[in-house]
């Protein structure tokens, strides 16, 4: 049995649209945010620069990346909080959130962490 391109396709735009949804409308873009500084975190070798994208890069998101950490440790925090108010299937979908943000969170931690031991050095 072969399986076309098209269903799987299909099938594999469910699976994530369903996994959007039980995330919730605010915490997708923070996840968003986490991933991109995960994508442009800088090495520990490179230096500051204050003008151009560099800024962005060595100074601006260096100062993003804890508070988008912090955000997603204190989401984990909340829906643990709440989630004794819930039916079931309501605390399966916030131990969802909370293993998603934690597992986000340890990525964002490794990514940052040559840039932030450079800086301790």
Known sequence: MTVSVYSLARTTSRIVCRFLAQLGPLRIPLLVLA???MA???GGDRPTEYEGFG???TVILPTLAPLLLTGLLLDS???RVVMGDHDPAGQARLRLVIR???FVALLLVLSWLP???SIIR
Request: aromatic share 16%.
């Open 77 to 79: 925090l909340m829906c």
């Open 40 to 42: 442009l975190a800088p």
């Open 55 to 57: 800024l962005f890069l």
């Open 115 to 117: 840039f932030f031991l």
């Open 35 to 37: 991933l991109l500084a």
């Open 100 to 102: 998603t943000n934690l």
